[in-house]
């Protein structure tokens, strides 16, 4: 956030903008108002009040294969009942980044590899999080009792103040998974609680995979099973071989969107909403030879390539992907994807902070309409 700047940006140069000419009088008010614990708006009204979102995140790119092999040294240096969770954090590469401990605007993520045999204690925190599998065989959470076991490309939740444990089975093998998490947004808006749970692991108190047994059936509704009353999907965990059916289903019928090819909200079957209260996330399906048209929107987003080679075009830059590289697209960026394979299809899991934008009405997309709807990389 810069002060009022010794020349006016011509755009500024409007009635409606500050357009102060400073003077040694106006110099000595503003340390007198500095003095009071106070200042002059018209100083930095344009700084604060952009004419449209100025993102601080700079899209960057974590590729699995490097990543990956960070996750095992941290298996090696590390136990996960001394570091909590041992989680390599993705810090996207800015500084607000750094300092907010986050991937991506108000979003956090991080890569958690475990071994079999071993769990993450339990505990619960104001932040929900969700989890996107990426390798392993024998992952389970258990999340308030139910647990849950977790497959590649599986999608599972944990909403906020839900106690959750994780682990791997001693006959699975090492398993590795992104977190997301709304951490940085909790602690600007300094409402983050945790706690440890008073035993290392929950006991099950429902069967394996209860809910999504329940609820996980597409346009099913269970009757003569407790009324739910949460705020979040009954589902729980979205498994990666319905989600993909779902998707070439879609494809026999759709022609998709130009930006983002065939796509599917990971939804509250219950609402139709966002599953999480804070978090959004899709998964979608970008046909052989697919080239998408540039957009933007506010909110941010976190990308997983769930299977497939590309690239994206992120605010100009061209980022080319592969299977579990993950990056992001800051808010109001324009960007675009590309599926290079001109035979299979790509599939890119993404999460997102669009239930906040939405909560607060300011969910707001653009169309890039230059250029045919792409940008000069
Ligand atoms: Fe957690
Ligand atoms: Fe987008």
């Not at 503003?30 to 009040?49: P, S, T, V």
């Not at 990543?67 to 590390?78: E, K, N, P």
């Not at 258990?142 to 599986?154: E, F, Q, R, W």
């Not at 978090?279 to 540039?294: D, E, T, V």
């Amino acid at each position: 956030m810069t002060d009022h700047p010794a020349t006016i940006d011509p755009r500024d140069a409007v009635l409606g903008r500050s357009r102060v000419t400073d003077t040694p009088e106006l110099e000595a008010f503003y340390d007198d108002l500095a003095r009071r614990n106070a200042g002059a708006f018209w100083k930095r009204a344009n700084a604060i009040e952009p004419w449209e979102p100025e993102t601080r995140y700079r899209p960057t790119l974590w590729r699995y294969a490097d990543m990956r092999a960070m996750c095992l040294r941290a298996i090696d240096l590390v136990k996960p009942e001394e570091a909590g969770r041992r989680v390599v954090t993705l810090l996207n590469d800015s500084d607000a980044g750094r300092a907010n401990v986050a991937v991506c605007g108000w979003l956090f993520s991080g890569m958690q590899a475990m071994r079999p045999g071993e769990i993450t204690p339990a505990h619960k925190h104001t932040a929900s999080a969700h989890r996107f599998i990426m390798e392993g065989k024998g992952a389970y959470t258990v999340v308030d009792g139910h647990p849950i076991t977790l497959g590649a490309n599986d999608y599972v939740l944990t909403p906020n103040g839900c106690w959750h444990d994780h682990g791997v089975t001693a006959d699975g093998e090492v398993s590795i998974w992104q977190d997301g998490l709304d951490i940085p947004l909790m602690n600007c808006l300094e409402t983050n609680f945790y706690a440890v749970y008073e035993q290392p692991a929950q006991t099950a108190a429902f069967p394996s995979n209860d809910l999504p047994l329940s609820y996980g059936g597409a346009g099913l509704r269970p009757e003569g099973v407790g009324a739910w009353d949460k705020p979040y999907s009954p589902v729980m965990v979205y498994r990666w071989d319905a989600v993909r059916d779902a998707l070439w289903n879609l494809a026999k019928v759709s022609g998709g969107t130009p930006f983002d090819g065939h796509m599917m909200r990971y939804a509250n079957p219950l609402t139709g909403g966002w599953a999480l209260q804070t978090m959004g996330a899709h998964m979608q399906m970008l046909p052989g030879g697919f080239r998408g048209q540039a957009h933007r929107h506010t909110g941010n987003v976190v990308y997983n390539v769930a299977g497939g080679r590309g690239y994206s075009i992120i605010g100009g830059k061209r980022f080319d992907w592969q299977t579990h590289d993950i990056f992001c697209v800051p808010a109001w960026t324009w960007h675009e994807h590309v599926n290079l394979d001109l035979n299979e299809e790509a599939f890119l899991f993404s999460f997102n902070d669009f239930p906040v934008m939405e909560a607060l009405g300011v969910r707001i997309e653009e169309p890039y309409s230059d250029h045919g709807g792409h940008q000069p990389a």
